[in-house]
């Protein structure tokens, strides 16, 4: 069973600040996942990678397949950007079904 | 209109009553999953299905049965509510990519309380 550790569990910062989650794992995997989860409940998936970078806006995702390592950077953060932030890993699914296997969160604020 | 869909969205029971949660997609993928999030545990796998034929126990199962009712319809079942079962339940879809990996589509979660 892999296990997902993500750091930190809390972070609080001034708006503009450079924002950097991490997550680790244990097991070899086929993708890694960060999802978003706003205060109402919801879950958006923000990037599916399985090696090097991913950017979307200010948002950029990166991943080391050898150190099994990943980490979710938000640049010039905004209150907006308050939320739990979930890294989630997958096995290689081939022709199975597995579910994702997910860390326990990271809860951001961000202050004016 | 939303992708995925749950229902209900709120819900509040007493112990031993049977309850069932739905969710309903219009994606068209044959995969879909349930997943319960407790505070301080994050989320983890109730039940999976491949296909309308193909259920499969997630690492928490104990307690729930799942029904496949057709591609779009994926029921979780709690046969006598417990209180340990309160959490917010996500119903998921997914569709492989080219690499074999999936890309996973949530619903808005279902909040249960088991009084």
């Known amino acids: 069973k892999n296990e997902v550790e993500q750091s930190p569990q809390n972070l609080t910062a001034q708006e503009g600040e450079f924002i950097t989650i991490n997550c680790s794992y244990s097991v070899g995997i086929s993708a890694l996942h960060w999802l978003q989860q706003h205060p109402g409940g919801g879950i958006v998936s923000l990037f599916m990678l399985s090696s090097g970078k991913k950017k979307h806006g200010r948002l950029i995702a990166t991943i080391n397949i050898q150190e099994k390592h990943s980490s979710l950077h938000i640049t010039a953060s905004h209150p907006r950007d308050s939320a739990v932030y979930i890294c989630?890993?997958?096995?290689?699914?081939?022709?199975?079904?597995?579910?994702?296997?997910f860390g326990k969160g990271t809860h951001l604020i961000i202050q004016p | 209109d939303a992708d995925v869909t749950q229902t209900p969205r709120n819900r509040i029971t007493k112990t031993g009553k049977r309850i069932m949660l739905e969710c309903s997609q219009t994606?068209?993928?044959?995969?879909m999953y349930w997943y319960r999030q407790d505070p301080g545990l994050g989320l983890r796998l109730i039940y999976y299905?491949?296909?309308?034929?193909?259920?499969n126990k997630g690492e928490i199962s104990d307690g729930y049965s799942v029904s496949r009712q057709a591609q779009a319809k994926f029921s979780l079942s709690l046969e006598s509510a417990i209180p340990n079962q309160t959490a917010l339940y996500f119903c998921?879809?997914?569709?492989?990519?080219?690499?074999?990996?999936?890309?996973?589509?949530f619903g808005p979660g279902t909040r249960l309380t088991v009084l």
């Open positions: 989630a890993v997958g096995a290689y699914s081939g022709g199975g079904a597995d579910g994702l296997t």
């Open positions: 994606k068209g993928h044959d995969r």
């Open positions: 998921a879809t997914s569709e492989p990519t080219g690499q074999g990996y999936n890309e996973q589509f």
């Open positions: 299905s491949f296909d309308v034929k193909d259920i």
